[in-house]
């Protein structure tokens, strides 16, 4: 989809399809008000019959309206003016692509730029109008044989500026949004392809085009005998009931100083998740092709702050495994030793994502990394906690607490902060081993960061749990998020913004 900028009066475009906005009160946007002048008071006596009261997330579409070039206007509630914000101008955003899907339209005049957001400035609604637009077009149709016919006709959107004076801060907007809309779809791919596929090799793969497709980009990977030797016995015990060989995938983008302290992002790559000999139960077993998504969101990220050119450092870290039951799989009771020299009784194989995870945030000590945030789909608890709105975050650092709850609430992708106290360190308590990798039923999502923030204490960490974010469940609405890769790139930009 190609997004281009227009200033000129709305009455005389000829698009497919104009759209404006109409407040609850009855008043008009400023484009919309041109177009009700031309047309001789048209939009408000569609108003005033009842076609649409304003509220958010209302639309119609007028065709051949009278002194107006363009073929459709669509009219699109905007709700309050004096408590428009952020939330609600993505949520009229949804309600407009959710209309254009089912218009034959190649190409829209979009002049929403024009209505407010609250505090928000232009350059973010045009990056959320551009993220919003991509993804609210996204299908996954790779794995059809036939893929189904797409209704969906639309190339171009124009946005309309308010002035001369706009063009350079809705251009990078433009860029900017386009950007994270590229990372992503590029983790929503990820995560939806199935399993047969989508491998730890896979993910290399993947990776490895990543540097062939940016200068800025080198990646690195990690085979069984090398992890073997950095002593990574609680990563690798996770595949041992598999034929797929386990990864640990590096990229690095170099975007800024040679000696700057790189922020790194750490993901759960489990490609399949039976749950190994503590099988999981078969009715939704189907969902586990999703347990990849911390790996999939850091790698949408990482091709995000790649095509930005962000001038910093980032490193992107996945831990990629299959978690099989064989004769060669990991057995409750058994006891393993990790990077850091702790050892691990693994009570539960099923909680094998925190095993992948703490040898790979011992590995990125070597970085001396600024920040560390590890991304995860750890947790069945955290979706009871917390349901599918927001990701649960812990953290050993209130600063950097602070500015992920921030990056959270500007790109509408919101994190909850969960306590870390020492009081449940105690649950991890084992007879035979330094710690168990389970809790006990009570407070799993915040026993399961407390095993990770024993690797975590030599640098600023935090864990995001998207076990409830980063996808759809259902056998037919099953789907990758692409959660919170907005969060990501959000909070990255803003580090690199100073």
Known sequence: ?????????????????????????????????????????????????????????????LHDVAGINA???????????????????????????????????KNALCCLLEVTAGNQDLGWKTRR???????????????????????LVLDTVELQLGDKDSQKDVTRGIKEGAAVALGVTAAKDLGNMPSNICTPTYLAQQSQKLAKDYTSVTTQVLDEKQMEKLGMGSLLSVGHGSAEPSKLIVIQHKGGKAKE??????????????????????????????????AASVFGAMKAVAEMKL???????IAAAENMPSDRASRPGDIVKSMSGQTIEILNTDAEGRLVLCDALTYVEKFKPATVIDVATLTGACVVALGKH???????????????DAAGIDSHDRVWRMPLWEDYQQQLASSSADMANIGGPAAGSITAACFLARFTKKYRWAHL????????????????????????????MDRAAG
């Open 1 to 61: 989809m190609q997004f281009l900028t227009k200033k000129a009066n709305p009455v005389k475009s000829r698009s497919h399809c104009i759209i404006v906005g109409a407040y609850d009160d009855g008043s008009l946007s400023p484009s919309a008000a041109l177009i009700d002048e031309a047309s001789n008071g048209y939009l408000k006596k569609v108003i005033k019959r009842g076609d649409i009261e304003g509220k958010i997330g209302q639309s119609v579409v």
């Open 71 to 105: 073929q459709r206007v669509m009219l699109v509630g905007l709700g309050n003016a004096e408590t428009a914000d952020g939330p609600k101008f993505i949520k009229l955003t949804e309600a407009v692509i959710a209309q254009l899907k089912r218009l034959p339209a």
């Open 129 to 151: 109008l551009v993220e919003q637009f991509i993804g609210g077009t996204y299908r996954f149709v790779e794995m059809r044989g036939t893929p189904p016919e797409d209704k």
């Open 261 to 294: 302290a790189p922020h790194v992002l750490v993901g759960k790559g489990i490609t399949f998740d039976t749950g190994g000999i503590s099988l999981k139960p078969a009715g939704t077993m189907y969902e586990m092709i999703y347990d990849m998504c911390g």
């Open 311 to 317: 001038p910093m450092n980032v490193i992107g870290v």
């Open 390 to 404: 927001a990701s649960a975050m812990y953290a050993n650092d209130d600063a950097l607490a602070a500015d992920i």
């Open 465 to 492: 749990d998207v076990a409830g974010t980063a996808f759809n469940g259902g056998m037919s609405t099953k789907a990758a998020t692409g959660r919170p890769v907005t969060l990501l790139t959000q909070y990255l």
